[in-house]
């Protein structure tokens, strides 16, 4: 097993300041990781606070069988099915929910989970290991054209077809199993390569979205996530590329605007349509400080709405 780095939560004090935690509030943490944010977020509620955790990731519901704390309940489900997850747990409505969308430490480092090119190992790429196809099951079966769009849309890579041309061709000489296999035909694909970056880097952050589904369940999670807050309560997202902020920040600018109408409608101003939330603040990035100390919170992106 490949020792992992351990995990070191993203604006973690931005994140839980934007909540405006209340003591005896309830709270929804959407992407429990190794627990960060939860831990933070259960030093501001009192006794009669509450707070509801999940995650798909078998590895951090493991973790989370740590916090033994009568206020917490953690459930293992993807954050697309946090209603279900709330109905469960006997919740109905919550004072705030936070999304941490990036991928952990852990599951990068972890060689065997298959996330990266930097270790040579099975190619799976699930965050969900009990359930699913995995990436090289995925690579096995599909086609030149669907290989293609996944590796153009989801990782905005230029080379895509000649990536895809690649993995069908060489699958018919053996399969493509590992890690390994897929960067080095990834690699070999494409000519060109931007400053610091492997090439490898945008083709597995476009497998790792379309096996786990990510912007799917970010999509259907988000509009859950609002009818759960009650009024006042805060909407706290964090992403990591711009294919995750850009559903962010359409759905919370949709949101926070009513719908039009036609001009002339004999309506009173209580019949109107009213907007689900209002934006909070301007977009937070991690410092310079953070930064330096963990790399992987460059990209980091927090949007932050209010239920109306």
């Given at each position: 097993?490949?020792?992992?780095?351990?995990?070191?939560?993203?604006?973690?004090?931005?994140?839980?300041?934007?909540?405006?935690?209340?003591?005896?509030?309830?709270?929804?943490?959407?992407?429990?990781?190794?627990?960060?944010?939860?831990?933070?977020?259960?030093?501001?509620?009192?006794?009669?606070?509450?707070?509801?955790?999940?995650?798909?990731?078998?590895?951090?519901?493991?973790?989370?069988?740590?916090?033994?704390?009568?206020?917490?309940?953690?459930?293992?489900?993807?954050?697309?099915?946090?209603?279900?997850?709330?109905?469960?747990?006997?919740?109905?409505?919550?004072?705030?929910?936070?999304?941490?969308?990036?991928?952990?430490?852990?599951?990068?480092?972890?060689?065997?989970?298959?996330?990266?090119?930097r270790h040579?190992?099975?190619?799976?790429?699930?965050?969900?290991?009990?359930?699913?196809?995995?990436?090289?099951?995925?690579?096995?079966?599909?086609?030149?054209?669907?290989?293609?769009?996944?590796?153009?849309?989801?990782?905005?890579?230029?080379?895509?077809?000649?990536i895809a041309?690649?993995?069908?061709?060489?699958?018919?000489?053996?399969?493509?199993?590992?890690?390994?296999?897929?960067?080095?035909?990834?690699?070999?694909?494409?000519?060109?390569?931007?400053?610091?970056?492997?090439?490898?880097?945008?083709?597995?952050?476009?497998?790792?979205?379309?096996?786990?589904?990510?912007?799917?369940?970010?999509?259907?999670?988000?509009?859950?996530?609002?009818?759960?807050?009650?009024?006042?309560?805060?909407?706290?997202?964090?992403?990591?590329?711009?294919?995750?902020?850009?559903?962010?920040?359409?759905?919370?600018?949709?949101?926070?605007?009513?719908?039009?109408?036609?001009?002339?409608l004999p309506?009173?101003?209580?019949?109107?349509?009213?907007?689900?939330?209002?934006?909070?603040?301007?977009?937070?990035?991690?410092?310079?400080?953070?930064?330096?100390?963990?790399?992987?919170?460059?990209?980091?992106?927090?949007?932050?709405?209010?239920?109306?």
């Amino acid at each position: 097993m490949t020792r992992s780095a351990a995990h070191v939560t993203v604006l973690l004090e931005e994140a839980v300041e934007a909540l405006a935690v209340k003591a005896e509030g309830v709270y929804l943490d959407a992407t429990f990781g190794r627990g960060g944010h939860s831990r933070r977020i259960l030093e501001r509620l009192n006794e009669k606070g509450r707070l509801l955790a999940v995650d798909r990731d078998p590895m951090a519901i493991a973790a989370g069988q740590a916090i033994n704390d009568p206020r917490f309940h953690l459930a293992h489900r993807a954050f697309g099915e946090i209603a279900e997850a709330a109905h469960d747990a006997g919740v109905a409505n919550v004072d705030g929910v936070l999304f941490d969308i990036g991928v952990s430490s852990p599951q990068i480092d972890e060689g065997e989970r298959g996330f990266s090119f930097r270790h040579d190992a099975p190619l799976d790429m699930r965050m969900d290991t009990t359930r699913g196809e995995t990436a090289a099951e995925w690579l096995a079966r599909a086609e030149t054209r669907e290989i293609t769009e996944v590796i153009r849309n989801y990782g905005e890579e230029r080379f895509a077809f000649q990536i895809a041309k690649k993995v069908v061709a060489a699958r018919l000489e053996q399969p493509i199993v590992t890690t390994g296999q897929f960067a080095a035909l990834v690699r070999e694909a494409v000519r060109t390569r931007e400053p610091g970056q492997d090439a490898a880097t945008r083709s597995f952050q476009a497998l790792r979205i379309h096996i786990n589904q990510e912007l799917g369940q970010l999509e259907i999670a988000l509009p859950q996530a609002v009818e759960l807050l009650r009024p006042g309560g805060r909407l706290v997202v964090i992403a990591f590329h711009s294919l995750e902020d850009r559903i962010v920040k359409n759905f919370m600018r949709e949101q926070s605007t009513a719908d039009a109408l036609p001009k002339n409608l004999p309506l009173r101003a209580d019949q109107l349509p009213k907007p689900k939330l209002r934006l909070v603040g301007r977009v937070v990035r991690a410092s310079a400080a953070e930064v330096a100390a963990n790399p992987r919170a460059r990209s980091a992106v927090m949007r932050v709405a209010e239920k109306l």
